[in-house]
Each structure stands twice: as structure tokens, then as C-alpha cells.
């Protein structure tokens, strides 16, 4: 009867079930996290590291706030710079 073939395809599904079911906890073992980030473009890499450098967390998607301002310091050296140019 048709009801013979439910244990072979309970087999096949869950074979074809268990590398996508069990990479999540793999991850999580290795990486620390569930999920990985797809790096298959230039462009994702770079935002991997990005988030990387921003918030030392590349799972930790920020967004332009997570950019730190520029420092006093940086103005002050930089105004003294266009100054120094302008005497010559």
C-alpha cells in the first residue's frame, strides 16, 4: 500500500533535514553564535568588518550612530594645519 513508503521518506527527510538543522548549534560551538553572516560579495565581507571594527561584534549590525564623532583634537590639529598653510 501507498502507506509503505511513509518510513523510507521519513529516512530521506530527515537525512536531508539534519545539515541544515544541525549547523546552527556547529556555529555555536565555533563561532559563539547561531548564525554566520554570508560573505560571498566584496561588498558583504567588507561590512563584516566593518561591524567587526565598529562594535568588535560582527553580528552586532550597527548602523552611522555607532561611528564615533571626531575628536577636539582632531579639529584643533586640523585648524592649525589651514592656518599654517595660509601664512606661507
Not at 37 to 64: A, C, F, H, V, W
Not at 65 to 81: F, G, R, Y
Request: aromatic share 10%; proline share 5%.
Amino acid at each position: 500500500m501507498w502507506f509503505e513508503i511513509l518510513p523510507s521518506l521519513g529516512i530521506i527527510v530527515g537525512a536531508l533535514a539534519f545539515p541544515h538543522i544541525s549547523s546552527y548549534y556547529v556555529n555555536y560551538i565555533l563561532v559563539g553564535n547561531m548564525f554566520r553572516r554570508n560573505m560571498e560579495s566584496m561588498e558583504e565581507r567588507l561590512q563584516y568588518l566593518r561591524d567587526r571594527r565598529l562594535t568588535n561584534n560582527p553580528y552586532k549590525i550597527q548602523g552611522l550612530d555607532a561611528i564615533p564623532d571626531e575628536s577636539e583634537e582632531t579639529e584643533t590639529v586640523l585648524k592649525e594645519q589651514d592656518s599654517s598653510d595660509d601664512k606661507c
